[in-house]
């Protein structure tokens, strides 16, 4: 049985929908569970909860919400579970987790309504930082040919579009060398190309993923 590190990693897979974050998480979970190292894993939305199922029945188009409390709603549903994400880390677990803030931040920020991004970005402000972003990169219209596309309400080609746009732009602004003491303790944001084999992408995933969760854990405290 592997030691447990000082501190947990917490690694958040964005990515368009479709681009195969719960079918890479999987795998990522079970080369971790079969090295013995210990491992939570975490999805938002998380539609279980009594926020995250108005979550669900928004998604599945059976109610309907204003764009700034359906993102409120998102918000508060990791709010939910950030205390239980400290402990969990704080315990020496790693996290690895199915959409975060970002996915928040950026989907909004996509609806014809046009909500500043800055609006978008406060709620979230102060949660549990991840250390690592793997951001699964792909196009929409590669998107769209996979498994179940189109069903639920964010699905289509053009917001699917924003989407991507806004993902890059955090990207840009996370990578960004600032002389902030907040820049120290930044997260890693990687872009993989998410159009290969479920094979490939999962081996790339790894070579990121390897450095994080070494027996000497994480150093730095948990980000904000
Ligand atoms: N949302 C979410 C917000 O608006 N605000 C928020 O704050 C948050 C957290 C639901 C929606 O909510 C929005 C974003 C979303 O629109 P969800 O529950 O994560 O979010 O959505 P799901 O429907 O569960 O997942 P996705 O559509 O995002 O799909 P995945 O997880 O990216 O893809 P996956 O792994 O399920 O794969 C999809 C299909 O492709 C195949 C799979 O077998 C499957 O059929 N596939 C591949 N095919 C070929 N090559 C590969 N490499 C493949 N990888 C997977
Ligand atoms: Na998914």
């Known amino acids: 049985m592997a030691t447990k590190p000082s501190r947990g990693a917490f690694i958040v897979i964005e990515g368009l929908d479709r681009s195969g974050k719960s079918t890479q998480a999987a795998t990522l ?7 013995n190292i210990p491992v939570k894993f975490h999805k938002f939305p ?7 199922q108005m979550i669900d029945s928004y998604l599945r188009s059976k109610s309907d919400l204003d764009d700034h409390v359906i993102h409120l ?8 579970l950030a205390a239980t994400v400290e402990q969990t880390l704080n315990s020496g677990t790693h996290i690895v987790c199915d959409r975060y803030a970002f996915s928040g931040i950026a989907f909004t920020a996509s609806k014809p309504s046009q ?3 800055e609006w978008c970005r406060t709620p979230d402000i102060s949660l549990p930082a991840p250390d690592l972003i ?3 990169d ?3 219209n590669k998107a769209k040919e996979r498994g179940g596309y189109g069903e639920e309400r964010y699905e289509q080609e053009e917001m699917q579009t924003r989407v991507r746009e806004v ?8 990578m960004a060398v600032g002389s902030n003491r907040e820049s120290e303790n930044r997260p ?3 872009e993989i190309d998410a159009g290969r084999s479920v094979e490939d992408v999962g081996k790339e995933i790894w070579i990121h993923v390897e450095p994080f969760v070494q027996p000497s854990g994480i150093s730095k405290p948990i980000g904000r």
């Open 29 to 35: 979970l079970e080369r971790l569970q079969s090295r």
């Open 46 to 52: 998380d539609r279980v909860t009594p926020i995250g």
């Open 73 to 80: 709603l998102f918000s508060a549903n990791r709010w939910e």
């Open 115 to 117: 909500i500043p991004f």
């Open 134 to 136: 793997l951001y699964l």
């Open 138 to 140: 792909i196009s929409p």
């Open 167 to 174: 993902y890059r732009r955090m990207r840009e602004e996370t």
């Open 188 to 190: 890693q944001w990687v």
